[in-house]
Every structure is written in structure tokens, then in C-alpha cells.
């Protein structure tokens, strides 16, 4: 049985559809400008508002948090396909990998199967975490595609008093490109995967900007030994691992004070893993998702000084997944959820009063929808003794709503000291009331950097399956558990060195009920997680043509029975770009993962270094690109920490991961 949401299928159409539209090549049309990879300086790079991110729209060297903004140039250089790629690359961040999903977790908080990441995924302000499992992909399931990010903001330390729960150790904000003229990609890359997409941007007459991107992706799957699979006795070769069928849609349409979007996303998987002790090697076992969110935002001017914000939002999520087992006879468990929801928010931004910036805000949302369903046979349903019993394993049909105030103040205190207090308090129809007060002071010097210090607080809600999940074979649920709460205190020093930059953040927090299942696998609130850190980070420019970003993490969490599992003590990431002349271009990056715990403490998984080379050309002059990208290029051989498991052939805690893969891709603008 499931223990986790998303995955989805595709009409194979669409994806016909998209690569016949890629094959047609270029039109008439303006060709799209670009940004080269090496063409931002980082006074340039530092300067961007973070339009979307802080609902204030900060500066990132002057808002009080720790921030990273990757742009549209990264990730061409570096070939990264997933934002999983994206988050690999930064300090703190840790990615795992069970096959059925990628999910991240950030400064040692990663238990494994928990797919609900304490941090917020937004596309141009918009959450992504959908209302079941309060969770969001990060792999091939997220709901757009990379080629259509201008830059993806990454904003460290509880942001409750912005965003209110899942937002415990930040956000991660996608920022959407515009586009004038046509687009197309087609790819072919390892374990016989197909992609393609088409895209269209501009204006209208009436001076309306548009924007129109659909894409198909379909892989047949790689073949991977299982080494605790052949111990049984059993052919330990998976087949068909992430084979996978799926597709995107992304629309907008946007005049100067108000924007349309919507985002929609499918994808059907095949696992065939043996998770859950289900029959390994059956490609029957795929797990489905489907997303949709539409958003309508509008901006309006009450004065010089005064600005309005609103937005309404609505979205739908649905998942499938097939569980084949072979006693008492050979069947097929269904798991399933759907959800629905719809919100409103205003806020109102003004600077009335001098040297202030002032926020007042409200929001609302209605989880119309939050079901859960598994059943054996139809609606019947095997019991632990494998007695078939009439009606369904779990028939769980809740709702619940949320309302929120907020507040914050941005006080210049003098030229060189700013002072950022913020105040929320969100009501949930399960859970009461909850407040989540911020205090940020960023003091810039003359010669010694800028100097910055966040004091927060943050809680996470159960989310309906860690409530209502319960079934005869997977009793998992408990309506008893309540929310999880965290305190924090980060300081952070950020230093400019010529065509360079060098930061540092340090960082204690303190998680207090952490929401998760103890040793029989039922939901608990656990005893305080406590979390000391260092995040070193180092960027340097060279002559225009070359650039480096280079950092090491370390992470010293400690909770009940000790450290906890997957949390490597220590990390080391750099990423070099390179213009190599006559239109070539490359990224080389290296990873450094320490060793995990598993298994409640009880097993490790061993340290491993990854390399991954991407090689690019676009002629100058040309409408077109080629790019290789090499991922695991030196054929490491490691494994990922999952959730304490059962197969055919016995317990497992640790996931091997593919070698070396490669992706071609070719684009072209019309």
C-alpha cells in the first residue's frame, strides 16, 4: 500500500502530439533572446527583487534570511532536468530517491519516506503542495518543465509568518519566463526516454502578454540489480525502473495589473521494486498522479504609496496506485486519493510612513476535498489473516478549512540597518489557532559584509493521510496526533570579494512533536529534534568566461536515540561553467554525501561522489542549441536510505540508484 502521494498518467496523444509538433522545426517568428550562461555579473545577480518569494518583494543581499537564486543560464549550463537536480546542487539541501519518488529535506531534517518536505514549493507565488499529503514532486512528476524558469529563488529558515505551515525551514520559489516568439525541444536519453515541447509567447494586440507550453515525456526504464532481492533467492534484476509515461501544461496571460495562469501536470509510473512486499519485477505495480492549479492575481494602486494585492486561486489533485500480490491469489490493491481546494488572499503594501514598508494581509482556503481509498478485489478487502472481507480496506472522506492574519514591518533604522518584524496567526478548522512571530536585522558595513540575524517560528499541521490512513493490513493514522512546532535562530555574513562572493550561515532550531511513525509504523508526535549547523559558501567569476560556486554543509542533528536517519553529517557541492569558445559551453559539477544512518539507527549507507558533465553548443547567430549531459559520469555505484521496508525476500532500509545516464537535447526558436 501507498504511503505517499503522486504520480500520473498521460494521454499517449499529447505526447505524440508534441514531439510532431518538435519535428517540424523553425517558423517564422521573432527568435527568443536568451541570457548566456556566463552574461549575469553578480552585482546584476544580487540585485534581483525577489519578486514572488517574500510576499514583500526583498532584495536578496538585504533580506534577513539566508538566499540562493539560480537563473535560467545554471541551469542550461549544468543540464539539470528536475528540480530535484536543482536542490542536489545547493548547501543543506539532501535529496533521496526511492524509485518512486524523489523528495528533498534540508539541514538534516530527511526521514525517509516522508515525502512531505518541511519547506514550501511555489510557481510564481502559488503553493504546489497539493492538500492530501501536503507534499510536492521534485523529479519528473513536478508540475513544469525547467526549460520555462527564468530563476528559481530558494529562501532558508521558517517563513510561517509569511506562509504559515509547511514552511519550516523556507521556500523554494519558481519564477516563470516570458517568451516572444516560438520554441521547441526534442530529447533522447538513457533507458530509452522521450521527451518533447512546444511553446509559444508574446503579445496581443491589445497588449496582452501570453505564454503557452505543453510537453510529453516517455521512458521504457532501466534494468537494475537488486542485491537483498538475489539474497533471497529470487532474480534480483528490477526491470523497467522509472518507466514512465507523462506530460505538462502551462499557461499565462497577463496585462500590467493582473495575470491568469494555469499549471497541469500528469504522470504514470511503473515500480516494480517489490516495496510493500508486493511481487517484484511486475510492471502492474505504477502509481499515478494529476495536478492542476488555476490562479487569477491582480495588483491595484490605492495611492502613490499604497498598493493592493489579490489573488483567487483553485486546485485539484488526484492519485492512483496499483499493488499487485500474489497470496491467498494474485491481485491487485488499489490506493487512491483525491483532493480539492480553493483560496483567496489580499494584502495591502505601503511606504505612507518614511523609512517603513508596512504589509497587511489576509488569506483563506477551503479543502473541499481531502478523501483517501484502498481496497483489494473490487471494494473488498484482505485483512492480516488474508480473510476477504466485504467493503472497502479505507473509505476516508474528511474536509477542513483555514483562515489567516498577517503582518509585517520593514523599518530602516539608518542607511546601513534594516529591521523586519512579522506577525501571523492562522485558524484551522482542526488544530485551533497558531501564531508564528519573525524578527530579522540586517546590518550592512562599510569593508566587513553584511551581517544578518533571524530569529523565527514554525509549525507543520498533520496532513489527512498522517490523520485518516488506516487500514486492516497498514494501520498507519492516528487522529490523535497534533502539529509539530520549531524554533530557530540563524546568523549570516555575506562578503563581496571583487568579481566574487563568499557567505557563511550558522543556524540552531529546535523541533518540539515532530510528526512520524514510531517503530510499529503508526503516526506519532516524537520527543524534540535539535539541529546545529554551518553552510560555507563560495562564488568567484573569472574574466567572463568562467565561473565557480563551490560550498561544504555541515549538519549535526540529534533526537530521540541520537542522530537521526539520512543525515549526512557532511556535504560538499561545486559547480565550475565555462565558456569554451566557438559556441561550446560546459558544466561540470561534483557532490560529496557523507554517510546516512538507517533503519531507526541501526544500519548505514555508505559516503558517495557523484560527477556530472553537461556540454553545450549554440552557434553564435543561430536559432538553435545541442546539449549532452553525462549524469553520474564516473559510474558510481551507491545507494539511498528509504523508509524500513518489507519485500518477498525480507527487510530493507536502503535503495540502490542508477549509474552513469545520459540525455541529448536539441532546441530551436522560431
Not at 235 to 262: K, M, N, V
Request: with cysteine.
Amino acid at each position: 500500500m501507498s504511503r505517499r502521494p503522486l504520480a500520473v498518467s498521460l494521454p499517449r496523444r499529447l505526447l505524440v502530439l508534441v514531439l510532431a509538433g518538435c519535428a517540424l522545426g523553425p517558423a517564422t517568428g521573432q527568435a527568443t533572446a536568451r541570457l548566456d550562461a556566463l552574461s549575469m555579473s553578480l552585482e546584476e545577480l544580487t540585485a534581483v527583487r525577489i519578486l514572488a518569494t517574500p510576499k514583500f518583494a526583498e532584495d536578496a543581499e538585504h533580506s534577513p534570511s539566508s538566499v540562493s537564486i539560480l537563473t535560467a543560464a545554471e541551469i542550461r549550463s549544468f543540464g539539470w532536468r528536475t528540480l530535484a537536480d536543482v536542490l542536489r546542487s545547493l548547501q543543506g539541501f539532501n535529496v533521496t530517491e526511492d524509485h518512486t519518488y524523489a523528495y528533498g529535506g534540508v539541514r538534516g531534517v530527511s526521514a525517509p519516506g516522508d515525502y512531505r518536505q518541511r519547506f514550501q514549493v511555489l510557481i510564481d507565488g502559488m503553493s504546489v503542495n497539493e492538500n492530501v499529503y501536503a507534499s510536492v514532486p521534485v523529479d519528473s512528476a513536478f508540475p513544469l518543465d525547467l526549460e520555462l524558469v527564468e530563476r528559481i529563488e530558494v529562501i532558508r529558515g521558517p517563513s510561517a509568518s509569511v506562509y504559515g505551515g509547511d514552511s519550516m525551514f523556507g521556500v523554494v520559489n519558481v519564477v516563470t519566463r516570458s517568451l516572444d516568439g516560438g520554441e521547441a525541444s526534442l530529447a533522447a536519453g538513457s533507458g530509452r526516454h522521450l521527451e518533447g515541447r512546444v511553446a509559444r509567447g508574446g503579445q496581443t494586440d491589445g497588449g496582452l502578454g501570453y505564454l503557452l507550453s505543453a510537453s510529453g515525456f516517455r521512458a521504457h526504464g532501466h534494468s537494475l540489480a537488486f542485491p537483498d532481492i538475489a539474497a533471497g533467492g529470487y532474480d534480483g534484476t528490477a526491470r523497467e525502473l522509472r518507466g514512465e509515461t507523462g506530460g505538462r501544461l502551462f499557461a499565462r496571460l497577463r496585462s500590467s495589473d493582473w495575470r491568469a495562469t494555469l499549471v497541469h501536470s500528469e504522470r504514470d509510473r511503473v515500480v516494480p521494486t517489490g516495496s510493500y512486499e508486493t511481487e517484484f519485477n511486475d510492471p502492474a505495480h505504477r502509481e499515478r498522479d494529476d495536478y492542476t492549479l488555476a490562479e487569477f492575481a491582480a495588483d491595484q494602486s490605492a495611492d502613490a504609496h499604497t498598493t493592493l494585492h489579490q489573488r483567487v486561486y483553485v486546485g485539484s489533485y488526484r492519485y492512483r496506485g496499483n499493488f499487485p500480490y500474489a497470496a491467498p491469489s494474485y491481485h491487485l490493491n488499489r490506493d487512491g486519493a483525491e483532493g480539492r481546494w480553493w483560496g483567496l488572499e489580499g494584502r495591502l503594501v505601503s511606504r505612507a510612513l518614511a523609512g517603513q514598508r508596512w504589509t497587511l494581509g489576509f488569506e483563506y482556503r477551503d479543502n473541499l476535498r481531502q478523501y483517501q481509498k484502498n481496497a483489494d478485489l473490487g471494494n473488498s478487502c484482505y485483512d492480516a489473516s488474508l480473510a476477504l472481507l466485504p467493503g472497502a480496506c479505507l473509505d476516508s472522506r474528511t474536509s477542513s478549512h483555514l483562515a489567516s492574519l498577517y503582518a509585517q514591518d520593514e523599518i530602516s533604522l539608518s542607511r546601513q540597518t534594516l529591521l523586519t518584524a512579522g506577525l501571523r496567526f492562522d485558524h484551522r478548522s482542526r488544530g485551533g489557532g497558531q501564531w508564528s512571530p519573525r524578527l530579522g536585522l540586517v546590518h550592512e558595513t562599510e569593508g566587513a559584509g553584511i551581517f544578518k540575524l533571524l530569529y523565527a517560528t514554525a509549525f507543520r499541521d498533520p496532513s489527512a493521510y498522517e490523520r485518516f490512513y488506516s487500514a486492516p493490513t497498514f494501520d498507519y493514522g492516528n487522529s490523535a496526533v497534533h502539529s509539530e512546532h520549531m524554533r530557530s535562530l540563524e546568523a549570516a555574513w555575506e562578503k563581496r570579494l571583487g568579481n566574487g562572493r563568499l557567505s557563511a550561515s550558522a543556524y540552531f532550531f529546535r523541533l518540539h512533536d515532530m510528526i512520524a511513525p514510531d517503530a510499529s509504523g503508526i503516526v506519532r508526535n516524537s520527543r524534540a529534534l535539535t539541529g546545529r549547523g554551518l553552510e560555507l559558501e563560495f562564488e568567484q567569476r573569472w574574466a567572463e568566461r568562467f565561473s565557480l560556486r563551490a560550498g561544504y554543509t555541515l549538519q549535526l542533528p540529534s533526537g530521540e536515540g541520537g542522530r537521526p536517519d539520512n543525515a549526512p553529517r557532511q556535504m560538499f557541492k561545486a559547480n565550475l561553467a565555462a565558456e569554451l569558445g566557438g559556441g561550446f559551453h560546459g558544466g561540470l559539477e561534483a557532490q560529496h554525501v557523507t554517510r546516512r544512518l538507517a533503519a531507526s539507527g541501526t544500519q548505514a549507507v555508505g559516503a558517495y561522489t557523484l560527477v556530472n558533465l553537461n556540454l553545450r553548443y549554440q552557434p553564435p547567430a543561430r536559432r538553435w542549441a545541442l546539449s549532452l549531459g553525462l549524469y553520474n559520469l564516473l559510474d558510481r555505484r551507491f545507494s539511498d536510505p528509504v523508509a524500513e521496508d518489507s519485500t518477498i525476500a525480507g527487510p530493507r532500509w536502503s535503495m540502490p540508484q542508477l549509474g552513469r545516464t545520459a540525455l541529448l537535447r536539441g532546441s530551436v526558436d522560431f
